[in-house]
């Protein structure tokens, strides 16, 4: 919800000392942190299973799990909503493989979205912003009403930032979800920035 990643080291010492198994949903990683945060932190051999989707950043459609060998044929023969389901189309594989092709050369726009969060987040002098290093930034401000007024007055201005809403959220704890893109441009976060400060400053 808010772009803040999990401590997944801590995760997997923890989950060691129990003898548990570790699952980590990579869904909004993939794309933003290369092949995800797992593989940017080289911990992909200390989880149990990586769940991928291939929407959100790869633009395709479907998902798949990451896992030992063990695993995967433990899936292909006992998890029903595999067994029960049709094969991906052609032109769906054909979408994923060129999709991971474009993720093969896209650290210019990686470094570009890098350096678009750091921006954006040294604009920003107001409370309730969530701790976050992806391209998803939240700032908390309370309250149906006054989250969709502002949300409507920033995209009244040109900004697509969207009010996220109890009871999505608990009571209290409604907030503005903000999706930061490599193609921003500098004058655009600032714009952005300043109408935040402007708006909640205290």
């Keep these: 919800m808010d772009g803040d990643s999990a401590p997944l080291p801590?995760?997997?010492?923890?989950?060691?000392?129990?003898?548990?198994?570790?699952?980590?949903?990579?869904?909004?990683?993939?794309?933003?942190?290369?092949?995800?945060?797992?593989?940017?932190?080289?911990?992909?051999?200390?989880?149990?299973?990586?769940?991928?989707?291939?929407?959100?950043?790869?633009?395709?459609?479907g998902?798949?799990?990451?896992?030992?060998?063990?695993?995967k044929e433990y899936l292909i023969n006992f998890a029903r909503s595999f067994i029960y389901t049709t094969a991906a189309s052609f032109s769906q594989l054909a979408g994923i493989k060129i999709a991971y092709e474009f993720l093969a050369w896209s650290a210019n726009e990686q470094e570009l979205l890098k350096n678009n969060i750091?921006?954006?987040?040294?604009?920003?002098?107001?409370?309730?912003?969530?701790?976050?290093?992806?391209?998803?930034q939240s700032i908390i401000i309370g309250g149906n009403k006054q989250t969709v007024d502002l949300a409507a007055l920033i995209r009244n201005a040109g900004f697509d930032v969207r009010p996220i809403l109890s009871p999505t959220v608990a009571l209290g704890s409604e907030r503005l979800r903000i999706c930061?893109?490599?193609?921003?441009?500098?004058?655009?976060?600032?714009?952005?920035?300043?109408?935040?400060?402007?708006?909640?400053?205290?």
């Design 10 to 61: 801590e995760l997997i010492a923890l989950s060691g000392s129990y003898n548990a198994h570790l699952i980590v949903d990579e869904a909004h990683a993939v794309g933003v942190f290369n092949q995800g945060l797992v593989h940017a932190l080289n911990l992909q051999h200390n989880v149990f299973a990586r769940v991928v989707t291939f929407g959100k950043a790869l633009g395709t459609h």
């Design 63 to 71: 998902a798949i799990i990451l896992g030992s060998e063990a695993l």
């Design 118 to 136: 750091t921006l954006f987040k040294s604009y920003i002098n107001i409370p309730g912003l969530v701790q976050s290093d992806s391209a998803i």
């Design 180 to 202: 930061l893109h490599a193609f921003n441009t500098e004058a655009e976060i600032a714009d952005l920035g300043n109408l935040l400060n402007k708006n909640l400053h205290v």
